[in-house]
């Protein structure tokens, strides 16, 4: 059988790889999860379940892909961080994008038992990906403040809008009732309204999840006689903090060193 | 909170979107199959079971994406073509590789235990993915005849190798006794051998999974005195036949019409 | 003089090479010309000297690249139709456009004297280019088509406006005059206010410059007692014909075979 | 004429702009400059009048582009660099290298009889050219770092070859000689053959050409009663210092502040 007649279709292939030196970004979101989430049910305005099981998602992409210096996540979106440096796959963007989407929706649906147990999966999710370059530790960071900006912003608007419905107006109503209102209009709604201070609402939610390596001792094996051996290993961990500011990033300088 | 400061970031994501009437062909690939495989026991050289579970999988992809006319599956990879006229998502790379990659890995996980009832997952599966472009109808079939080439290359060569292997040879020595060997040769090595004769092996491991959407006739509801209603809807239906010669394009002109 | 410390910085270069089998065309187009023809008080609606300077440019560029098959060109703007098989400089884009735009200008300068002779060159004319790709012939001859549309469109609207202004109106009101006019109501205008009937007007107007290669029997030599010697050669020459019919390419096969 | 029938063709044109807050280099490089220096007799291993031409159409270019802060030449090459924040024709990497490489083109043709007064122009001399974007100043200055070593390494080795090549040597003895040979044994070879000092070669060749834009003083117009009337303005300058070191870097911040 000719397999050499056939193989000039391998030319073309185009070479899609990342600029050196950049920091690649790889952001993952939630196909129809609009749809998804009223198919199962999900609370509102935020699912504590579902967000756990995006965090662990993410955990695993990091134990999977040794160049991810951190990652966010917010809602149904996910962003992970490959170091500028990386060689991974060539850099080329298709791979990257694939080999993190493909990894994330995998485990999603593997570990959604154990985060929703009592909730059968009705439907397959679906996660659609990207790849963006940043060229300095600056602009990424803006890239990250960007997101959490959004998170803060989605999630006062979303705590109102969710508050009003299950008061009892309708979702129009609701909309209509926030239209061009300001964070502080949204804050004194919440309270004057339902008793909710907003700079009480959990920090998972206001903040979203940051996913970095810390250094954990974990018993790695026992032995003879039964004694626990240790190691400090780095174990990818999620936060709720702030970082938009500085504070973040001076108390931990080898994240995008 | 000032978002605006950092929505610029947004102008570094580059257009990714493919050449206006190309056939896009996304490939999937296992990453790490042969581990992947061999921690789940999968039958050498072919297993029926995760050969059954890949082509559910494309069937899903199908279903989810109208634009895809043809799908071709071997082993751990799986082709997809949209036809050249379709728009989905901007025809943005990036986008097309992460949504198919994505829908398959979570079907590969969500249909798993209904595929392989008795095996436990070990691990989450990944593939990673990539889109390439063909200008015509005719490259795109050099494209399928190149994949389907493969197919049997590595079937023939697979099936000597594991008959050898489970007649006590060492893995080693398989391969010596394969080098440079030929179709001729590797043939009679399985009859004389093992009493193999190679066109008799099914062609479901010869000529790997072609889909493709048929007409069928499906119950879509019962009547109230439960009657079945009927209708002809088109279904992703798989194939094991011979796509590189002329016939089946011949019987099947709508799919890349 | 450590030389090596230095080099990684070639990696930056990133792989800009065209899908192969395309039609690839080269635009180039004259930046500033508007300001560049009245400095040089080019005749106008159009100035013959500087179309045959353009097209003689235009061969010059076709006997450099022997794999482009047809220009064509209007005003300022030339396009250079490069065969789909052509392997040129890898198909790598900004090295096609580069070499063409930079033998087009540089014959501009070097030939102006030849055209213009009597006409000082003021200031160094600068062009513009890129490179598309169109996956089929019909594209290919869409793309062709658009362009000498363009063509009639522009010379049609430019032959009203300065013959308008050529009789004492000024732009502003020539241009009021033309908004919004039909094909029909532009040549009524010209017919009936100019005595212009506008398919009377040279066809290297209304058409453009069509350059394809033509065997012509050309001396090559002289023998030693001075009679000629001929061969046919192909040489680019110049036609003012319609490309939008199917005639022309009945006629000319050969061009995108 | 339908000409919006045609118009889709114009979907085909594929974004290339290049990555925000990069430093652009666009570099342009002479095509069969071997052959077109022995068309012209340029003088070995350097002629002064091709060099100070080369270095003439770089200021035009500079002058033409303001975004450009810097340029490098050596040689037949040339390489233009982009402000990180320019926003030039939309920072698109095929409009950026045409318009360089055809004004630098345009320039050297018409400039040539004022640097080569009594050499006629035989052919027309053709440029191609490239845009790479680098993430960060350090890597642009490794980018300049390199193409200045690479002039010292090639302008050693050529002094040296026609330093043989004029003393009667074949060019093939004269490459033999120098194989594998080091900066070190050049020098030597030129001191005890030659009499050549290297370091005393002038700078123009050794270190190749810096046009940077300085700060002059110049006569704007005269008064009434004739008086001089003078601005400072910012001019295209032509310098042969070394750029690898720091200082003068430190000596010019303002270049790539």
């Not at 804050?187 to 700079?199: G, P, V």
């Not at 940051?210 to 936060?239: F, N, Y």
Request: charged fraction near 25%; glycine fraction near 4%.
């Amino acid at each position: 059988m000719a397999k050499s007649r056939f193989e000039y279709v391998k030319s073309f292939e185009q070479d899609d790889s990342l600029l050196p030196q950049c920091w690649i970004v790889v952001r993952i979101d939630g196909k129809g999860f609009t749809k998804f989430t009223s198919a199962h049910k999900f609370e509102k305005p935020n699912d504590v379940r579902a967000l756990q099981l995006m965090d662990a998602c993410a955990k695993e992409v990091m134990r999977e892909f040794g160049d991810i210096r951190i990652a966010y996540g917010e809602s149904d979106e996910y962003s992970f961080i490959f170091h500028k440096s990386t060689h991974m796959y060539g850099r080329r963007s298709s791979k990257l994008v694939a080999l993190t989407v493909s990894c994330f929706t995998g485990n999603y649906v593997r570990l959604w038992p154990q985060y929703l147990p009592n909730v059968t999966l009705q439907c397959t999710p679906t996660f659609d990906g990207r790849a963006v370059c940043y060229p300095t530790v600056e602009i990424l960071r803006d890239y990250l403040s960007w997101r959490q900006a959004d998170t803060h912003i989605n999630n006062q608007y979303n705590t109102c809008f969710w508050a009003l419905v299950k008061s009892g107006k309708t979702t129009t109503e609701a909309q209509a009732l926030l239209k061009d209102t300001q964070t502080r209009d949204k804050n004194e709604l919440l309270f004057s309204q339902f008793n909710i201070n907003y700079t009480e609402v959990p920090e998972q939610f206001r903040k979203g999840s940051i996913v970095v390596r810390q250094r954990q001792r974990v018993v790695v094996k026992h032995g003879e006689d039964g004694t626990p051996v240790e190691r400090e290993v780095s174990v990818p961990t999620v936060l709720h903090v702030d970082i938009i500011g500085n504070q973040f990033w001076v108390d931990n300088p080898q994240i995008l060193s």
